[in-house]
């Protein structure tokens, strides 16, 4: 049984304004065995990884008012910020 590992990295930077930025990554690794899909590990490591950066970032986004106001003009409505704006 041949064993391979597939790894995937993610990091996004978030403009916070006034010269501040948070930059947040993550990692993962599987193991895939013989006759596994490593493209499908793969894109689900991917996803995974999308989703915990997101997750650790939302928290300081909301925080933010540049970003909030970001997301207002992007959208050009005013209320409730959604995190799929970010």
């Given amino acids: ?8 990295s993610y ?21 895939v065995e013989d006759g596994e899909d490593a493209d ?4 689900f490591l991917y996803q995974q990884a999308k989703a915990s950066v997101k997750q650790a970032a939302m928290p300081v986004l909301k ?3 540049f970003q909030i106001n970001k997301a207002k003009f992007s959208k050009k409505v005013s209320g409730d910020i959604n995190e799929s704006d970010w």
Avoid: P
Avoid at 12 to 30: P, Q, V
Avoid at 40 to 43: H, K, P
């Fill in 1 to 8: 049984m041949k064993f391979t590992t597939v790894s995937v």
């Fill in 11 to 31: 990091s996004r930077k978030f403009n916070l304004g006034d010269y501040e930025s948070l930059e947040l990554g993550c990692s993962l690794w599987a193991q």
């Fill in 40 to 43: 499908g590990i793969t894109q």
């Fill in 63 to 65: 925080a933010s008012e």
